[in-house]
């Protein structure tokens, strides 16, 4: 069941609040002592979270499937980082973060129990059979659920300072949709004035041809440029504008910039850039630190000096701004907030 964009909560009787997990979404079978974590892509999970599936085990009756997260939370708060940690290839490694960084389950939904199939059951009744179905422990939880919009608003402000992602809103009275987006959901999006430090050509063209994504940077206290993440998704034509536009500022580019060791090694990873998940990556090329671009985006990750979680979005050039003023001190950082609170669906913040 997914779930679509929308800018603001609204004042609806027929929705029922939850909190966004910012984890991995995984379907859960029960059926006796087998256990399968599937995600939403239908990858088998149980050989990275062996320490969620023995608990899910306990918690779970003999027959069920449930839908909910997986989390990792450091010191009270969510950290994606850690989480997606836990992918290796090494079963050595994935046994000793198990214990390091043990993972929680978030349960927001069941599908069926028994012989008796619920996808068709209203979202309040589902709600109500998870809640009597499942055993809260300190490794699974019941996500809190509202039907005050007030209070969702008010969830969504706080919750981000445990690192939440925002507010989730279902249809009270409606089923359960397999693929299709009948939820609402409802994000953090703020702007930054970034440096554009470097470009990827678009796949399956020429070098020059179509700009695939643009690097970008900030400056960080101590005046070093950190690679922050990207910003894409242009349309056809405007990749082929880019890529005229920006041709001037390759001369020189790669002389001096704060990132040649990384251009000279092509690496595949750096800080800040494409998902680890990605196995295969075009090079990318480095230019002379010119422009400036306003991004949006939703939130950061990795501590300080953080990056941008997702791929940010083009918002407008600002040839009124210095690369230099590009710094980390515009960036919003939300309140603290502690996740056991939010677990118990609290609002006051510390």
């Not at 210095?322 to 980390?328: G, L, V």
Request: aromatic share 8%; proline share 6%.
């Amino acid at each position: 069941m997914l779930a679509k964009a929308v800018k603001s909560i609204p004042d609806d009787t027929n929705l029922v609040f939850e909190p966004k997990w910012d984890g991995f979404r995984c379907l859960v079978f029960r059926d006796g002592d087998e256990v399968i974590l599937q995600s939403r892509s239908g990858k088998p999970l149980n050989r990275y979270f062996p320490d969620a599936e023995a608990a899910l085990r306990e918690a779970l009756p003999e027959r069920v499937v449930i839908d909910g997260e997986l989390v990792v939370d450091i010191d009270g708060r969510l950290d994606f980082d850690k989480l997606a940690e836990r992918i290796h290839p090494a079963a050595s490694r994935v046994t000793m973060l198990s214990e390091t960084t043990p993972a929680r389950f978030i349960a927001f939904d069941v599908l069926a129990l028994g012989d008796e199939l619920l996808l068709e059951t209203p979202g309040v009744e589902r709600r109500r059979r998870l809640e009597d179905l499942l055993k809260v422990t300190d490794s699974v939880h019941l996500t809190p659920a509202t039907t005050s919009s007030d209070l969702a608003r008010q969830w969504f402000e706080i919750f981000e300072g445990a690192g939440l992602d925002g507010v989730m809103g279902k249809p009270a009275d409606g089923p359960y949709t397999p693929n299709k987006r009948t939820m609402l959901k409802f994000k953090h999006s703020r702007t930054a004035d970034c440096v554009v430090a470097g470009l990827r050509w678009y796949k399956d063209t020429e070098p020059g041809e179509a700009v695939g994504s643009l690097m970008l940077g900030l400056y960080d206290n101590t005046g070093g440029l950190n690679h922050v993440g990207v910003v894409g998704s242009f349309s056809a034509v405007r990749r082929r504008e880019l890529a005229v536009e920006l041709a001037e500022l390759i001369p020189g580019g790669a002389e001096g910039h704060p990132w040649a060791s990384w251009h000279e090694a092509q690496a595949t990873r750096m800080p800040g850039a494409v998902s680890r998940w990605r196995t295969t990556e075009q090079p990318w090329v480095p230019l002379r630190l010119e422009r400036v671009v306003e991004v949006a985006y939703e939130h950061t990750e990795g501590g300080y000096p953080s990056r941008f979680r997702h791929t940010a979005q083009f918002q407008r050039w600002r040839p009124d701004r210095e690369p230099a003023s590009c710094t980390y001190e515009q960036l919003e950082e939300p309140a603290r907030y502690d996740l056991a609170s939010v677990l118990r669906g609290e609002v006051r913040a510390r």
